[in-house]
């Protein structure tokens, strides 16, 4: 059974950076694709980065792209999500999520990912 659990989230000032990082059991890091999503209140969850299982090639959301760095760690079986120059709008809780065979037209759909974290809660304040 695969379990995600994501560590990290905070209260942060706009500018200030922040590492989440998501831990994976279960499941091989590198033999699934990983990715982080967010929710903010009254929002629908949205992707934020991925990272493709095998090839690690990452895809970004075009608002944190630049800022937002997804890398994994497989012999630690971590994924991470560097967060840098935060912004308010950042503020949102995020997930870490899981997948070993969706496809790439799917990756930044919610919906393909088979495995969630319960979720992180960052808060950025201006």
């Known amino acids: 059974q695969v379990q995600l659990v994501e560590s990290g989230g905070g209260l942060v000032q706009s500018g200030d950076s922040l590492r989440l990082s998501c831990v994976v059991s279960g499941q091989t890091p590198n033999s699934m694709t990983a990715a982080w999503f967010r929710q903010a209140p009254g929002k629908d969850r949205e992707f934020v980065a991925a990272?493709?299982?095998?090839?690690?090639?990452?895809y970004y959301a075009d608002s944190v792209k630049g800022r937002f760095t997804i890398s994994r760690d497989s012999a630690k079986k971590m994924v991470y999500l560097q967060m840098n120059s935060l912004k308010s709008e950042d503020t949102a809780v995020y997930y870490c999520?899981?997948?070993?065979?969706?496809?790439?037209?799917?990756?930044?759909?919610?919906?393909?990912?088979?495995?969630w974290g319960q979720g992180t809660q960052v808060t950025v304040s201006s």
């Open positions: 999520a899981g997948d070993a065979t969706l496809i790439l037209s799917q990756v930044r759909n919610s919906g393909a990912y088979d495995y």
């Open positions: 990272s493709w299982r095998s090839t690690g090639y990452t």
